[in-house]
């Protein structure tokens, strides 16, 4: 039996790969290492089996590459085109990257989801096109994501590109460190990357357009049978969502986050939604026994033009009709109570919200509302061309509306009505509320600057 001690360059399908071997090891346990190396290779999905001509059917291939050992998987460049015809599986994988820039992969079956990644750790994707062959004309049975990341840690999403989808474009589901960044998803029927019960979620600079549902979302409904994952992390509420740099284009709602904690809101540009830009709630009935609120989240430096209007999503017109939900203002801090409807007996309140620098152009219902908040800190926000007169808009017309709210710090907020016909009936109005109120500036209202109704405990300090 042979004894080597020496360099070996092994010659594998993805090419040579220099491997250094210390020690002594015998003949046998030299074929051992080889094969190893051999299985760990990067390699292509034609090693598989895939074609990548459009027509063959991919999919099985496809399962295989990402469930092998082999840690490096590559979709051949140029105009390869992989067809999927039913739901590709991953499960328990450690270590995978996806390397699939200039490569198509997409779904001729809109009744079946695409890929799912199941109990994974150390998941990278890199560039590549993903969806459906044909744009759906409604929503899916709630499962037909072209990804979806459940119960996964460790997860990279960079430069790809989602175009159409019954249901989400990204779910990511009771997971662990997950990023999804400088991506373009566009065409969905739900939400364009979806989070629930999972912590440490980045959205990172990604564009969305013609989002049927929230561009992007955070959520914790609250029920502690559902969030046993979730503990396994170390958590016991979702928990630190930052959405950094994302521009949003033709959504029903930009932003939307349900009783999760340290969520941040940051430069982020919405333009045309049907609700809000972005909204930060409790949901009292969505869930039934959910005990969840939000706490210690930031919304701040966003732009949102033409919130709360009419606006086309996938060859659609949706008209906004929830101002007595997160269709209320362009930027919502609230609970929800019965049906999800405001004043139907929500308890739930929210706490440490900070709304600070965003700019408001075009409002068809309030530029900012928040109900039943505890330390509400709202400063240097500025609100141009928001509300309607009445009877022409179905509020009242006030630009910013905070009810039953604690500790508020409200302070050098703008509000500018520069229409030919000033529609602003009042600037701001509060109801119930305690704290203090620097200066702010007014321009061009109907019916004076405020409304202060039962508002004895607020402190208001005015430089007009």
Not at 121 to 142: L, Q, R
Not at 381 to 407: K, M, R
């Amino acid at each position: 039996m042979k004894t080597y001690r020496k360099n070996k360059v092994l010659v594998g399908n993805g090419g040579k790969i220099e491997i250094l071997l210390r020690g002594s090891f015998t003949q046998n346990s030299r074929k051992l290492v080889k094969n190893k190396f051999l299985d760990e290779a990067p390699k292509f999905l034609e090693q598989f089996g895939a074609k990548g001509d459009g027509k063959t059917d991919d999919t099985q291939a496809i399962s295989k590459a990402l469930n092998s050992s082999s840690p490096v998987i590559y979709a051949r460049k140029g105009k390869s085109y992989y067809k999927i015809s039913s739901k590709i599986i991953i499960s328990g994988v450690k270590k995978k990257k996806l390397i699939a820039t200039g490569a198509t992969f997409l779904n001729s079956d809109l009744t079946k989801a695409t890929f799912l990644f199941q109990d994974c750790t150390n998941i990278n994707i890199y560039g590549g096109k993903y969806g459906y062959v044909n744009m759906p004309t409604d929503n899916g049975d709630g499962s037909q994501h072209v990804f979806q990341f459940d119960n996964c840690q460790d997860i990279s999403v960079n430069g790809i590109h989602i175009k159409n989808s019954p249901e989400m474009g990204i779910a990511i589901t009771n997971s662990n460190r997950v990023t999804i960044r400088n991506s373009r998803i566009e065409h969905t029927f739900r939400d364009g990357t979806y989070s629930h019960y999972s912590a440490n979620v980045n959205y990172l600079y990604n564009t969305y357009i013609n989002i049927k549902d929230d561009a992007m979302s955070f959520h914790d409904y609250g029920l502690d049978e559902q969030k046993k994952q979730l503990l396994k992390y170390g958590y016991k509420q979702a928990t630190n969502l930052l959405a950094k740099g994302n521009v949003v284009q033709n959504s029903y709602q930009g932003f939307g986050s349900i009783g999760s904690v340290n969520v941040s809101v940051l430069n982020n540009k919405f333009n045309n939604v049907v609700i809000a830009g972005v909204s930060i709630f409790n949901a009292q009935e969505m869930y039934p026994g959910g005990n969840a609120s939000a706490k210690r989240c930031l919304v701040q430096n966003n732009i949102i033009t033409n919130a709360c209007s009419t606006v086309i999503i996938n060859g659609k017109s949706y008209k906004n009709n929830g101002q007595a939900s997160t269709g209320r203002a362009a930027i919502c801090i609230i609970s929800l109570g019965a049906k999800n409807q405001l004043n139907q007996g929500e308890t739930k309140r929210l706490s440490a919200i900070k709304v600070i620098g965003n700019t408001i152009i075009g409002s068809g219902a309030n530029g900012f509302f928040a109900n039943l908040v505890d330390n509400l800190y709202f400063a240097k926000n500025g609100f141009t061309n928001c509300s309607g007169a009445v009877p022409e808009q179905s509020l009242n017309g006030d630009v910013i509306e905070v009810w039953n709210c604690t500790g508020l710090w409200a302070d050098a907020n703008s509000i500018i009505d520069t229409r030919k016909k000033v529609l602003h009936q009042h600037g701001y109005a509060f109801n119930n509320v305690s704290g203090q109120m620097g200066s702010w500036r007014v321009k061009g209202v109907l019916r004076g600057e405020k409304v202060l109704v039962s508002t004895q405990s607020l402190q208001s300090i005015h430089n007009h």
